[in-house]
């Protein structure tokens, strides 16, 4: 094993200040470089540390963003079950409430339309034939439901007796180009079943009309237009201009209500004067 010397101790010492002197002179000489680095890379540093802030705050936003969307989802479709359900419930509420006044407007237009022929019935007590035979214009209509049938019943009553044309008086005929008319074979006079009648030229439905007569003829007259127009669904002032004429037939006719068999508004049909 060899000693050191103090020869070799001295040496060790200078090497050792020699390499602290080195050192020292090369971090001054560095130190410049690397204050200069150091300046370049804090900037890059501190950018980077916001930046890492800035994506971790914006995940935690998206984060949050989906959170709220998809409570906002449940809500909405929780809101839209309830409102569904709602719908439905006022749905079949408003049907029964529907049928409901279905139900009562029935109900009051027949109490209305009980009310309207009791009143009649007041007005016909001792005037003459009743209306048993058509208790309403519904029945009425069953017999005479359109101006084909009225056209039947007014052909077969106006030539009861027999055809004899109102130009020649020939007495045969052929159809004629109307319902229910006839075509005189001499003078070829085409005759509507309405000519020389009470509803010639009639603008209203013929059963309408037909009806009006009954009850203007088994009232004597003493229904008011207003009350025919509420019966025939008529404006009034219609009612009032076939219910005046029909009157003052009734006036110049010397059948009575009453009198008669029960038809004798079929002899105010066959009016020529009218």
């Given at each position: 094993m060899s000693s050191i010397t103090p020869a070799n101790q001295k040496q060790a010492m200078l090497l050792k200040d020699t390499t602290i002197i080195i050192s020292n002179v090369a971090l001054?000489?560095?130190l410049p470089g690397i204050g200069l680095i150091m300046g370049l890379l804090l900037p890059y540093i501190i950018i980077k540390r916001q930046r890492t802030k800035t994506s971790l705050e914006q995940q935690r936003m998206v984060e949050q963003m989906?959170?709220?969307e998809s409570r906002s989802q449940a809500l909405n479709e929780q809101l839209s079950s309830l409102l569904e359900s709602k719908t439905m419930e006022l749905k079949k509420n408003r049907e029964i409430i529907q049928k409901q006044n279905e139900e009562i407007s029935a109900l009051s237009a027949q109490l209305k339309k009980d009310a309207t022929w009791l009143n009649l019935d007041v007005e016909l007590a001792g005037k003459g034939p009743s209306l048993s035979k058509f208790a309403d214009f519904e029945a009425f209509s069953r017999i005479y439901p359109d101006k084909d049938a009225v056209l039947k019943y007014i052909s077969a009553l106006k030539w009861d007796?027999?055809?004899s044309c109102i130009?020649?008086?020939n007495e045969t005929f052929l159809a004629g180009q109307t319902?229910?008319?006839r075509r005189c074979t001499?003078?070829?006079y085409d005759e509507s079943a309405t000519v020389n009648t009470i509803f010639h030229n009639a603008k209203i439905l013929?059963?309408?009309a037909l009806y009006m007569l009954i009850l203007v003829y088994n009232t004597k007259g003493?229904?008011?237009?207003?009350?025919?127009?509420?019966?025939l669904d008529i404006r009034q002032s219609t009612c009032w201009v076939y219910s005046s004429k029909f009157k003052k037939k009734l006036l110049q006719s010397k059948d009575s209500p009453g009198k008669t068999d029960g038809e004798g508004w079929s002899r105010m049909v066959l009016d020529q004067s009218v």
């Open positions: 001054l000489y560095y989906r959170e709220n007796k027999g055809y130009r020649c008086c319902p229910y008319g001499k003078c070829g013929l059963n309408k003493a229904i008011s237009s207003y009350k025919l127009a509420e019966i």
